[in-house]
């Protein structure tokens, strides 16, 4: 940042001794950003905090939340995560008054602590990995905190419990997602909505956002004008319900980010228009990152700021030449998420690897909706608090909109060619980048004609309803294959035309999905989940929907409990048997056969340990799949014999905790190995490849290769990558 800071002052020096006033003013702008930003930076790190972090003492610290605690679900057991800034400290008998923003990990109880809470712990100081944090406390014990919130803050609290309490008659996961909508409280939104919302472009529905002020301030002063309210009234009621907005979502940085976007979307609406809106947008970056530098790397920050560009620069020019033989209304409604869409898919891309193909049409068709579960839900929430029966009968109607954008969602990510892989490498990011300008800008030229606009459209249909098949994919004759879902586990044994067995599911719905519709694969006769890690489980409704499933193979072991859970309720909803199948099972399908060889016996609680192995033969090939086995039950494995392997699912992604005797008995040829690129778990471990390699097997791995297929022809078995 530093580097970075003087580099701008300099360009900003040449430029004005060649007299460009605007670029000299960007950069001395840009390199005091940089320079605040590398002052926090170093403030944090080498301050008194993140000094006694190094020894990791137990210290006595007073904290003021500034985030709501929120409980996750780990693998021994759920915990609690709460940001804080911590004021005093006591360390070794001396106390100190020092500010510094922290991340308290406590059990469930720490779940309990509010947004502005004083609160009083003991804790294990320990250093935290990023700028954005001076450390990291592990929690002694339960929170004690402070008795009395300010009316305020407990006003606050009310409406937030009142829009839950509003909402919860509503229909489906309605329920759930007026509460995230309105005030970011997101906690309850299964992981198949969240998956469905993030593959139809609708990603920024499921939490606060610019859209949803926009929609709350517009009513609120709607209403304001028709009491009678003018002029300066209306700029002071306007303030009010922003500051309100943001109490009630609590003025954690991503709310602080939409109420900034909104009201710069209220100013470009206004009578200033698209000039006053840039002006606005770039005031508001400049003073958020001034605030807030770490929001820099925060990749809702740079959604949010393409996406409100998009709609200042874009927006317009396609509203009017939509306009030209459209109602003005309609092309406005089609104008803004086309433009938001465009300017935000290269970072979509780069972020995700994929690009959405029906985010502007299901943007378009929830849009009617988005105002009324946001505006009812917030006046099912207020009119709750005096009238309760009269809150819940609000609160469900604007659940009933809620429930038209969760159709739409479901609807739109499971049509074929939802959305499409696209690489994340520089050269095809750039590429992309040119064809989003290119739509951005040239849009408005198509637009003005009708029957153009018509021909572009139904293209776009087409390749959502039959997308193309990639190129050569799938290869002839493959047997397995290893899908590419980042860092977890999904592969498909093809047992016949349209038809595999399918082992684990990866970490998210749409990944695994994509996968097995490029096989094509419309049934399953099998599922196998070698056990309930999220990596293994959380994409199990991208394989049971829209596929004929005959039963859900699990472990014994059902943990961690929330993702036995999940599985269960998943299964039940789509009518699906879930077993156990007992070690030594052997099952046969087409000219593919398997056999259950582990776990042999369960040691322990070790979910990893508890992980079901399957020894397959397809094609004249011996395959062994290892889930996530590590050392005890690989040397359970060993011990009962299984002898050579064509091809070895490399255990636990290939982490460093292997039993080498085990791997060496099987002798495989092929080493797959299922790994997320640029894991935080340096998966798979350099020195475990380097052993293969160096023992003559084949080492292909996701990160690198994408898709990796086993497959069997008249010459013989090789393996294809797709990457």
């Known amino acids: 940042m530093a580097v970075a800071a003087v580099t701008l002052l300099a360009l900003a020096t040449a430029a004005l001794v060649r007299r460009s006033r605007l670029v000299a003013a960007c950069c001395l702008l840009a390199a005091g950003l940089c320079g605040h930003a590398a002052l926090t930076v170093d403030r944090l790190d080498s301050g008194p905090v993140a000094a006694w972090a190094q020894e990791r003492p137990i210290v006595t610290v007073e904290l003021r939340a500034t985030a709501d605690g929120v409980v996750r679900e780990g693998d021994h057991g759920p915990f609690a995560l709460l940001r804080a800034e911590g004021t005093v400290w006591t360390v070794r008998g001396e106390t100190a008054r020092v500010s510094a923003p922290v991340l308290v990990i406590g059990d469930e109880s720490w779940g309990d602590v509010a947004w502005g809470d004083t609160v009083h712990a003991v804790a294990r100081l320990q250093p935290a990995d990023g700028h954005d944090l001076a450390a990291v406390l592990s929690a002694v014990g339960d929170p004690e905190v402070e008795a009395g919130r300010s009316d305020v803050l407990a006003g606050a609290d009310a409406v937030r419990t009142s829009v839950r309490t509003a909402a919860r008659d509503g229909p489906g996961h309605s329920d759930a997602l007026v509460p995230a909508l309105v005030t970011g409280d997101d906690e309850r939104l299964p992981t198949e909505v969240t998956d469905d919302f993030r593959t139809a472009g609708l990603t920024h529905l499921t ?138 898919t290269p970072l979509v891309a780069g972020l995700s690897g994929q690009v959405s193909l029906v985010a502007v049409v299901a943007n378009l068709l929830v849009a009617p909706a988005v105002g009324p579960a946001t505006v009812l839900g917030l006046g099912g929430g207020i009119v709750g608090l005096l009238v309760p029966p009269l809150g819940r009968v609000v609160g469900w109607l604007g659940c009933c909109s809620a429930w038209l954008i969760l159709a739409v969602a479901e609807r739109a990510a499971r049509l074929p060619g939802a959305e499409v892989a696209w690489p994340s490498g520089s050269l095809a990011l750039v590429v992309l980048v040119v064809l989003s300008l290119v739509g951005l800008v040239g849009a408005s030229w198509v637009m003005r004609h009708r029957w153009l606009t018509v021909a572009a459209a139904l293209l776009l249909l087409v390749a959502i309803l039959r997308p193309a098949p990639s190129p050569g994919w799938p290869p002839e004759g493959w047997v397995l294959v290893m899908c590419d879902v980042g860092q977890g586990d999904a592969l498909a044994l093809r047992t016949g035309p349209a038809e595999a067995v399918v082992v684990d599911a990866g970490p998210e719905s749409a990944l695994v999905d ?168 340096g998966h798979p471990a350099p020195d475990l490849t380097a052993w293969l390699t160096d023992g003559g097997v084949d080492v292909r791995r996701t990160d690198r290769d994408g898709d990796v297929a086993v497959v069997v022809g008249e010459d013989g078995w090789g393996v294809v990558s797709r990457g």
């Open 207 to 344: 939490a606060v956002s610019g859209t949803n002020l926009t929609l709350v301030l517009a009513s609120v002063l709607l209403l304001a004008r028709w009491v009678g309210v003018r002029a300066r009234g209306l700029l002071v009621v306007g303030a009010l319900c922003v500051v309100g907005f943001v109490l009630v979502a609590r003025p954690e940085p991503s709310v602080l980010r939409a109420a900034v976007m909104g009201s710069v979307a209220l100013v470009g609406l206004g009578s200033g228009g698209r000039a006053a809106g840039v002006r606005a947008l770039g005031a508001a970056v400049v003073v958020l990152l001034a605030l807030t530098p770490a929001m820099a790397l925060s990749p809702g920050f740079a959604l949010s700021v393409c996406a409100t560009a998009g709609i200042l620069v874009g927006a317009p020019a396609v509203r009017d030449a939509l306009a030209s033989w459209l109602p003005r209304w309609l092309a406005e409604a089609i104008a803004v998420p086309w433009a938001a869409q465009m300017a935000c």
């Open 514 to 681: 994509g996968c097995l519709d490029d096989l094509g694969v419309r049934r399953v006769p099998a599922v196998v989940l070698t056990h309930f890690h999220a990596d293994h489980v959380d994409g199990l409704q991208g394989v049971l929907e829209g596929r004929a499933v005959g039963e859900v193979q699990v472990t014994s072991l059902r943990e961690p409990a929330y993702g036995a859970e999940e599985v269960d309720r998943l299964a039940a909803a789509h009518g699906v048997p879930v077993r156990v199948p007992a070690v030594g099972e052997q099952a046969a399908r087409g000219e593919v056969s398997w056999r259950v060889v582990g776990p042999p016996r369960v040691l322990g609680e070790n979910p990893n340990d508890a992980s079901l192995v399957l020894l397959v033969e397809a094609g004249g090939l011996r395959l062994l799949l290892a889930g996530d086995a590590e050392p005890p039950e690989q040397g359970q494995l060993e011990r009962a014999g299984i002898g050579d392997v064509d091809v070895l699912k490399v255990a636990h992604h290939g982490s460093r905790y292997q039993d080498h005797g085990f791997i060496a008995d099987l002798r495989p040829q092929v080493a797959l190995v299922s790994v997320g690129e640029g894991n935080d778990y």
